[in-house]
Protein backbone atom coordinates (compact mmCIF):
# COMPACT_ATOMS: atom_id res chain seq x y z
CA UNK A 1 0.00 0.00 0.00
CA UNK A 2 1.06 3.80 -0.65
CA UNK A 3 -0.32 6.69 -0.12
CA UNK A 4 0.19 10.74 0.74
CA UNK A 5 -1.70 10.30 3.91
CA UNK A 6 0.25 7.96 6.58
CA UNK A 7 -2.98 7.52 8.57
CA UNK A 8 -4.45 6.11 5.28
CA UNK A 9 -1.52 3.28 4.67
CA UNK A 10 -1.73 2.20 8.76
CA UNK A 11 -5.67 1.48 8.35
CA UNK A 12 -5.26 -0.14 5.10
CA UNK A 13 -2.94 -2.23 6.69
CA UNK A 14 -4.52 -3.12 9.54
CA UNK A 15 -7.93 -4.54 7.51
CA UNK A 16 -5.55 -6.43 5.39
CA UNK A 17 -3.71 -8.14 8.06
CA UNK A 18 -7.13 -8.87 10.10
CA UNK A 19 -8.70 -10.39 6.83
CA UNK A 20 -5.54 -12.45 6.29
CA UNK A 21 -5.48 -13.47 10.01
CA UNK A 22 -9.32 -14.82 8.80
CA UNK A 23 -7.79 -16.89 6.25
CA UNK A 24 -5.10 -17.88 8.92
CA UNK A 25 -2.26 -16.46 7.22
CA UNK A 26 0.02 -15.11 9.47
CA UNK A 27 2.76 -12.12 9.00
CA UNK A 28 6.11 -12.62 7.68
CA UNK A 29 8.80 -10.24 9.99
CA UNK A 30 10.14 -8.96 6.89
CA UNK A 31 8.52 -5.66 5.19
CA UNK A 32 8.20 -2.28 4.02
CA UNK A 33 7.11 0.63 6.28
CA UNK A 34 8.87 3.90 5.19
CA UNK A 35 7.89 7.61 3.87
CA UNK A 36 10.07 8.37 0.58
CA UNK A 37 10.73 12.22 0.45
CA UNK A 38 11.69 11.82 -3.29
CA UNK A 39 8.07 10.98 -3.76
CA UNK A 40 6.15 12.32 -0.74
CA UNK A 41 5.17 8.90 -0.36
CA UNK A 42 4.23 6.78 3.06
CA UNK A 43 4.79 3.04 1.96
CA UNK A 44 3.44 -0.13 4.11
CA UNK A 45 4.38 -3.61 2.32
CA UNK A 46 3.53 -6.66 4.10
CA UNK A 47 4.42 -10.58 3.40
CA UNK A 48 2.06 -13.42 4.71
CA UNK A 49 2.09 -16.98 4.89
CA UNK A 50 0.00 -19.64 5.23
CA UNK A 51 -1.33 -22.89 4.14
CA UNK A 52 -4.51 -23.47 1.38
CA UNK A 53 -5.72 -26.84 -0.04
CA UNK A 54 -5.68 -25.10 -3.43
CA UNK A 55 -3.81 -28.15 -4.56
CA UNK A 56 -4.83 -30.44 -2.26
CA UNK A 57 -6.20 -33.38 -4.27
CA UNK A 58 -7.64 -36.42 -3.48
CA UNK A 59 -6.68 -39.28 -6.00
Known sequence: MQ???R???KQVQA???QQMA???FA???DGLDEYF???K???DARR???NTNLYDTNY
Open 15 to 17: AVK
Open 27 to 29: QLT
Open 37 to 39: PDT
Open 3 to 5: STD
Open 41 to 43: LFV
Open 7 to 9: KIC
Open 22 to 24: ALR
Open 48 to 50: YEG
